[in-house]
């Protein structure tokens, strides 16, 4: 099966930038997701990038892909204490009998971003 | 759009007994996925809904577990027989499919298993 990799924590001075890294195994995966989950809760899409791009951001947040070597980024600029929580990075497989769109979502284990004031 | 909502949000249950849980999705959402997310971990795909009809299984849903859609809009997951390995989260996710467009899955809060 499909494994996504993520490291597990990240720790950076509120103020700087966070750079959050993801491998994917799925060279057909067509969309590929960034999600936040804060303590207790349910997840949050931020964002998401589609194959044929390589970069594309959103206000403090920019992902990049590298699809040769199946790497994908998220950074966020200024990142504050409320940026804390697990970033989930996921990907969407391609399932043509889907109709060409996406069936389920495959996770890595998030990397917990602790922002220290 | 008051987004997914999920029912209940936690529920402590004894080993054995049977539990069930609801998902209202997204009203316009076609789609209805549930993931069962454990400590430490990313969500892990259990099932998926297109309108009424149930498309896709996980090897990890065992024949204890089954989820219904019965009018296309919103979801139930019973666990029959609980065991202290199906203390989890369970997520329920919707999404607007339509051929050439993201997809973008939507979550709710979960509900918080615990089976004593």
């Known amino acids: 099966g499909e494994d996504v990799e993520q490291s597990l924590f990240l720790s950076v001075r509120e103020g700087d930038s966070s750079v959050i890294n993801c491998t994917y195994t799925?060279?057909?995966?067509?969309?590929l997701y960034w999600y936040k989950q804060e303590p207790g809760a349910g997840l949050q899409l931020l964002t998401y990038?589609?194959?044929?791009?390589d970069m594309k951001q959103d206000q403090r947040l920019t992902v990049l892909l590298n699809k040769k070597d199946k790497h994908l980024s998220l950074r966020i600029a200024d990142t504050q204490t409320g940026d804390s929580a697990i970033y989930f990075c996921?990907?969407?497989?391609?399932?043509?009998?889907?109709?060409?769109?996406?069936?389920?979502?495959?996770f890595g284990k998030g990397t917990k971003l602790s922002v220290k004031p | 759009d008051t987004g997914v909502s999920q029912n209940p949000r936690h529920k402590i249950t004894k080993r054995g007994q049977n539990v069930t849980f609801r998902c209202d999705p997204i009203?316009?959402?076609?789609?209805l996925y549930w993931y069962r997310q454990t400590l430490g971990q990313g969500p892990e795909f259990l099932t998926y809904?297109?309108?009424?009809?149930?498309?896709?299984k996980s090897r990890l849903l065992s024949d204890r577990f089954s989820a219904e859609r019965p009018k296309g809009s919103f979801s139930t997951l019973e666990i029959q027989r609980t065991e202290q390995g199906d203390s989890a989260m369970y997520l329920c996710?919707?999404?607007?499919?339509?051929?050439?467009?993201?997809?973008?899955?939507?979550f709710g809060p979960g509900t918080r298993l615990t089976v004593l």
């Open positions: 990038i589609f194959s044929n791009m």
């Open positions: 809904f297109q309108n009424e009809a149930q498309l896709e």
């Open positions: 996921a990907e969407a497989p391609d399932t043509v009998n889907y109709g060409g769109s996406q069936g389920n979502l495959i």
């Open positions: 996710a919707s999404s607007l499919s339509s051929s050439g467009s993201t997809d973008t899955q939507y």
């Open positions: 009203s316009e959402h076609n789609r």
């Open positions: 799925d060279s057909s995966s067509t969309y």
